[in-house]
């Protein structure tokens, strides 16, 4: 059965009991036999058409390039703040989206992508082996083409942002952070569709730290994808998410930086501090994610979301497979 909940009092983030009544229906994954032939990403099961893609965003939760659980509504926050930002972002660049028909999927332009992923960067910080914080630590002072100045602290804010282009791994292997020249010489893209993109994402992010300061929320870092369709460049996956982008908590992010205290944390970032605190850095086991950790989870990503939107999502306990189905498939039932 499927449950409408309206519009709550408090912030429905803070409803600890909606979110452990959905943890048992979360969306792991879609099998659908008629929408497209299915690409699944870490977080997206994707439906490729000719010109389209049936795109489903799942409740898969991934860290350190893993798939590890499954988070209640996620899925659902991941599309709604990005349908946001994209609606924030349209006059700086095209974006794939053309339709919403379930609040799990997308229909989007089917690109060509263009094989970087733009990583831009307002602070150094990260706990991953790949993370410019780690290799600044290390002593490195050059972290993709950027020089870094001596003396700085984790989570320090850069002098400047800077733009640190990865490579996207096939599926199951790390990204690699690489210099632009890196990039040109495999041949991976061009200077000038580089330069272009950077400029581009560049100012995404600088929209992003505008309208993350409206909200309290600094907007530490993030990760676009682009693709080419009919010639033109367009934004495509998603955009802003707590997946793909660090928040912290601006208010008293100072004060704990001073202190030489993290800051708080509205991103995947809580996730992955837990698992690497159980030892689970990206190799070997990855530890089973506790019923607490999803909901706490869930929680965050649903605030990042009402931050935004400043509306109450509007969720539905029970299994999403089924929903998203009987709208793709109106006749199937
Ligand atoms: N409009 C689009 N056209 C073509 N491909 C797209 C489009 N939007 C997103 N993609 C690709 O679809 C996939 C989305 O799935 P998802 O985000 O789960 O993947 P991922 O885990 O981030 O990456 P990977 O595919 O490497 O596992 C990504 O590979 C992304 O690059
Ligand atoms: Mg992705």
Same mark, same amino acid.
């Given at each position: 059965?499927?449950?409408?909940?309206?519009?709550?009092?408090?912030?429905?983030?803070?409803?600890?009991?909606?979110?452990?009544?959905?943890?048992?229906?979360?969306?792991?994954?879609?099998? =659908?036999?008629?929408?497209?032939?299915?690409?699944?990403?870490?977080? !997206?099961?994707?439906?490729?058409?000719?010109?389209?893609?049936?795109?489903?965003?799942?409740?898969?939760?991934? &860290?350190?390039?893993?798939?590890?659980?499954?988070?209640?509504?996620?899925?659902?926050?991941?599309?709604?703040?990005?349908?946001?930002?994209?609606?924030?972002?349209?006059?700086?660049?095209?974006?794939?989206?053309?339709?919403? $028909?379930?609040?799990?999927?997308?229909?989007?332009?089917?690109?060509?992508?263009?094989?970087?992923?733009?990583?831009?960067?307002?602070?150094?910080?990260?706990?991953?082996?790949?993370?410019?914080?780690?290799?600044?630590?290390?002593?490195?002072?050059?972290?993709?083409?950027?020089?870094?100045?001596?003396?700085?602290?984790?989570?320090?804010?850069?002098?400047?942002?800077?733009?640190?282009?990865?490579?996207?791994?096939?599926?199951?292997?790390?990204?690699?952070?690489?210099?632009?020249?890196?990039?040109?010489?495999?041949?991976?893209?061009?200077?000038?569709?580089?330069?272009?993109?950077?400029?581009?994402?560049?100012?995404?992010?600088?929209?992003?730290?505008?309208?993350?300061?409206?909200?309290?929320?600094?907007?530490?870092?993030?990760?676009?994808?682009?693709?080419?369709?009919?010639?033109?460049?367009?934004?495509?996956?998603?955009?802003?998410? $707590?997946?793909?982008?660090?928040?912290?908590?601006?208010?008293?992010? /100072?004060?704990?930086?001073?202190?030489?205290?993290?800051?708080?944390?509205?991103?995947?970032?809580?996730? !992955?501090?837990?698992?690497?605190?159980?030892? =689970?850095?990206?190799?070997?086991? $990855?530890?089973?994610?506790?019923?607490?950790?999803?909901?706490? &989870?869930?929680?965050?990503?649903?605030?990042?979301? /009402?931050? =935004?939107?400043?509306?109450?999502?509007?969720?539905?306990?029970?299994?999403?497979?089924?929903?998203?189905?009987?709208?793709?498939?109106?006749?199937?039932?």
């Amino acid at each position: 059965m499927v449950l409408l909940v309206p519009c709550a009092i408090s912030p429905l983030y803070m409803d600890r009991d909606l979110l452990k009544q959905q943890l048992k229906y979360t969306l792991e994954g879609t099998d =659908f036999d008629d929408q497209g032939e299915l690409y699944r990403g870490k977080v !997206r099961d994707n439906y490729v058409n000719e010109d389209t893609i049936t795109m489903v965003t799942t409740d898969r939760i991934s &860290a350190f390039d893993r798939v590890l659980g499954t988070v209640p509504f996620k899925g659902q926050a991941l599309v709604e703040l990005a349908d946001w930002w994209f609606g924030e972002t349209a006059d700086i660049v095209a974006n794939h989206v053309m339709r919403r $028909p379930h609040p799990n999927v997308w229909t989007v332009r089917r690109c060509d992508p263009i094989q970087v992923e733009m990583v831009v960067r307002g602070y150094i910080t990260g706990v991953t082996s790949t993370s410019a914080w780690t290799a600044y630590e290390k002593g490195d002072r050059n972290f993709c083409g950027n020089e870094l100045p001596d003396g700085m602290r984790k989570n320090e804010k850069l002098p400047e942002p800077i733009i640190t282009p990865s490579t996207k791994a096939v599926q199951g292997e790390h990204d690699e952070s690489v210099t632009p020249s890196e990039l040109y010489k495999r041949g991976v893209i061009d200077p000038a569709l580089f330069k272009e993109l950077s400029r581009i994402s560049m100012r995404l992010y600088e929209r992003g730290v505008s309208r993350a300061a409206d909200k309290g929320l600094i907007f530490v870092d993030t990760k676009y994808e682009f693709g080419i369709s009919k010639g033109k460049i367009m934004l495509m996956d998603e955009v802003n998410t $707590p997946d793909s982008s660090r928040y912290w908590m601006a208010d008293d992010y /100072e004060k704990r930086f001073e202190k030489g205290e993290e800051p708080r944390k509205l991103d995947k970032e809580y996730v !992955r501090t837990w698992l690497a605190e159980k030892g =689970f850095t990206g190799d070997g086991k $990855p530890p089973k994610l506790t019923d607490e950790l999803r909901i706490e &989870a869930a929680s965050r990503y649903m605030e990042v979301v /009402e931050s =935004f939107t400043e509306e109450p999502m509007q969720l539905e306990v029970g299994p999403v497979d089924e929903s998203i189905y009987s709208i793709l498939n109106p006749f199937a039932y």
